[in-house]
């Protein structure tokens, strides 16, 4: 096991790439992306990594660039966050669709207008459709492990899809943590070289993404959706052979926390959880029956795991902290979708919170569980998601 | 045939599609008018002019009929013709 050091959140994630020895990286700076690629260059020109460091002039490029060097058998490596991944999801649409895997740190933060850098999950969340596989973590330890996974499950001869790994801006990369480091023979063992099947060759040209009419395009479309979901078991696997390297249980695609017997229980992803986890602790001391559904893997989404969490709880809570405006929370019309038409499937209540960095703390989840529970209570049925904490006397 | 992961095929398949079809209407370059400048083949945007040793021809399989050629061509040795088929 390797040593433990007290780092900041985007250091342990630039180290993390470091292992696993990236050929490309390319990036444009944003906060609160900025520190972990200000490190990977850093390294670069220190001759610290061997790899090619390609400063570019947005974010559409850096993600273009990506999808060049995987097509060319590079293991390759990007991190952003708001507007920026925003700038680059015409590339990630078109990246997943061309097979071409790299890894991307979703740097979690608001989208403008109007213009805020804080924390919450519309960035990353519409970036959901694009055929990528996103991850979401909930600590700086925990944003290490899944680095390490991330490039192994990319490359998987059945996955090759483009991994993001979402993390929250600040109240991750920029917290010091304790992190218990891996050492790098053990990466090295755990994380083959990149060995694409097909790679750019000027002996032998070939083309990604070729034309395909409708008499094709279904089933191109399909196939990624089929690897996501088939690749269900591969993630597994690799999620099982981090935990197994690193000591620490991050092997679920969905974590359970005290959810045995509860009869609420609540759905986050990222660093709330373990805000979550706290009020779940007071709110069982209180004799209450509440637990927490952490989804560490949104695409594909764990649908079955969820449902074997859940299925026989009485509310499910949604924490959502990104909206499909006009509809609902982008966990809740996951989750609903999924659980709708399941015999005696719990009431999912929506609940929206902690946009653009508006502070969740204990005493909100408290709140939360106790409006659910009024809401379970009434029968009524939800017309739309409820905000928590929305101050509507200044809503115009 | 199954398709390829990423739709990712062998180079040069461009050359199985013959876009010529598209055409409704024809350049014809006339070899006695023609200097050999080259101009057209170097201004035409899908590469559908080819040198011979002594001339210059349109190759029909691909040209759209676009006329960029014809407008180019110093000499007016291209006409562009309504196509007939």
Not at chain 1, 77 to 101: D, F, I, N
Request: proline share 5%; hydrophobic share 40%.
């Amino acid at each position: 096991m390797g040593n433990i050091k007290v780092v900041e959140g985007s250091e342990a994630v630039a180290l993390a790439v470091k292992a696993c020895r990236p050929h490309v990286i390319s990036a444009y700076p944003i906060s609160p992306q900025t520190h972990i690629v200000e490190s990977l260059a850093r390294m670069a020109a220190d001759g610290e990594i061997d790899a090619e460091y390609v400063r570019v002039e947005s974010e559409f490029s850096a993600a273009s660039v990506l999808a060049g060097a995987a097509a060319a058998g590079s293991r390759s490596y990007t991190a952003s966050s708001s507007q920026g991944l925003l700038l680059m999801t015409e590339v990630l649409y078109a990246s997943a669709g061309m097979r071409l895997p790299f890894v991307i740190t979703g740097v979690n933060r608001s989208i403008s207008a109007p213009i805020n850098i804080q924390v919450d999950h519309q960035d990353s969340m519409s970036l959901r459709d694009a055929g990528l596989i996103q991850f979401y973590v909930e600590s700086v330890q925990e944003a290490y492990d899944m680095h390490l996974a991330a490039f192994k499950i990319a490359e998987d001869p059945g996955i090759m899809l483009p991994v993001m790994v979402c993390m929250d801006g600040w109240v991750l990369t920029h917290s010091y943590e304790r992190v218990q480091f891996v050492e790098q023979q053990a990466v090295d063992d755990f994380l083959p070289p990149f060995a694409p099947e097909h790679y750019l060759d000027p002996a032998k040209p070939k083309t990604w993404g070729s034309y395909a009419e409708s008499d094709a395009m279904m089933e191109f479309k399909y196939a990624i959706h089929k690897a996501m979901t088939a690749g269900k078991p591969r993630i597994q696997v690799i999620l099982d052979e981090v935990s197994a390297l690193t000591g620490r249980d991050n092997s679920g695609l969905v974590e359970a926390y005290r959810t045995d017997g509860a009869e609420i229980i609540l759905v986050a992803i990222g660093s709330v959880t373990g805000t979550v986890k706290d009020a779940v602790d007071e709110l069982r001391d209180a004799g209450k029956k509440v637990g927490l559904l952490k989804i560490r893997c949104f695409r594909p989404f764990p649908h079955e795991e969820i449902w074997q969490a859940v299925k026989d709880a009485t509310i499910i809570a949604v924490m959502d902290a990104s909206f499909s405006m006009g509809s609902e929370g982008s966990i809740g019309l996951d989750l609903k979708a999924k659980l709708f038409g399941r015999p005696q499937a719990p009431m999912v209540v929506d609940f929206v919170a902690g946009l653009g960095g508006r502070e969740i703390n204990t005493r909100t989840v408290h709140r939360l569980v106790a409006r659910a529970e009024e809401i379970h209570r009434s029968g009524e049925v939800l017309p739309e998601s409820e905000w928590i904490d929305l101050d509507t006397t200044i809503v115009s | 045939m199954k398709l390829t992961k990423g739709a990712v095929v062998e180079g040069g398949t461009s050359l199985n599609y013959k876009t010529g079809n598209w055409r409704d209407q024809r350049p014809e370059i006339d070899p006695e008018v023609c200097n050999q400048c080259g101009k057209c083949r170097e201004v035409c945007p899908d590469d559908a002019v080819r040198q011979t040793d002594d001339r210059y021809e349109i190759d029909y399989d691909f040209c759209k009929g676009c006329g960029i050629c014809a407008y180019e061509c110093k000499a007016e040795a291209i006409q562009i013709l309504p196509e007939e088929k």
